[in-house]
C-alpha cells in the first residue's frame, strides 16, 4: 500500500466492517445483462464480435490477445452500454460503436462501480474486479480529438477470471456476496 510524504495512507483498503458505508456498498444491485462480446485476436488488430465465448480461469477470452497464458489483472474488461452512450453525449457526434474501444463485454442496467472489490458471475464465469480501464492515447487516433478526454472515467473496469464458463450475450451480471462470516 502506497503512503503519502508524511507516511500516511491516503486512502483505506475499504471502509470498516460494519459501518454505514460497509452497509450501503453491500445493498442491493440489480443485475446486468451482456448486450455485446468482442474478441481481439492480436495487438491493433479489430475486434471480431462474437455471441459467446469462453472465459478460462487465469486466462480470459479464449481467442483474446490478453488470454495469452500470463496471469495478469486485465484478462477481460467490460464496459457499459450507458458509458458509450456518456461518450457520444461527450463527444456530440455519432454513436460510438463498442468495438471502438476494444473492450471485450459491455453490459446494460448495471452500474460497474458496484463491483468495485467484489467478484461477480457473467454467465457462466465466476470473475474478481482487478481495477478501472482507463483510455489509452489511441482514443484521439480512434475518436478524433477529444476522445481520451471523452473516455476518462467512462473506460469500464477490468477483471481476472476465477472460474471459467461460456458467456453469451444476454446473460446476467450479477454481483457474488462475500460469504457471512
Avoid: K
Avoid at 478460462?56 to 496471469?71: I, K, P, T, V
Avoid at 460503436?97 to 464465469?125: D, Y
Avoid at 474486479?129 to 489511441?138: E, K, L, Q, T, V
Wanted: glycine residues 16%.
Amino acid at each position: 500500500m502506497s503512503r503519502d510524504l508524511f507516511g500516511e495512507v491516503p486512502y483505506p483498503a475499504g471502509p470498516a466492517p460494519g459501518s454505514m458505508l460497509a452497509r450501503l456498498l453491500d445493498g442491493p444491485v440489480a443485475p446486468g445483462r451482456v448486450c455485446w462480446i468482442g474478441l481481439r485476436p492480436a495487438r491493433r488488430a479489430a475486434m471480431r464480435v462474437v455471441e459467446a465465448a469462453e472465459a478460462e480461469a487465469g486466462q480470459g477470452l479464449a481467442g483474446d490477445r490478453f488470454a495469452s497464458g500470463r496471469n495478469g489483472a486485465r484478462q477481460v474488461t467490460l464496459m457499459a452500454m450507458e458509458q458509450l452512450r456518456a461518450i457520444t453525449g461527450y463527444l456530440g457526434g455519432a454513436p460510438v460503436g463498442p468495438a471502438r474501444l476494444r473492450r471485450n463485454v459491455v453490459v446494460e442496467g448495471i452500474n460497474l462501480s458496484a463491483l468495485r472489490n467484489r467478484r461477480f458471475r457473467l454467465g457462466g464465469a465466476l470473475l474478481e474486479w482487478s481495477g478501472d480501464c482507463h483510455p489509452c492515447s489511441r482514443m484521439d487516433e480512434e475518436l478524433g480529438p477529444g476522445g481520451y478526454n471523452a473516455v476518462r472515467g467512462h473506460g469500464g473496469i477490468t477483471a481476472r477470471v476465477l472460474e471459467g464458463g461460456v458467456i453469451r450475450l444476454g446473460d446476467l451480471v450479477e454481483r457474488v456476496l462475500p460469504a457471512a462470516p
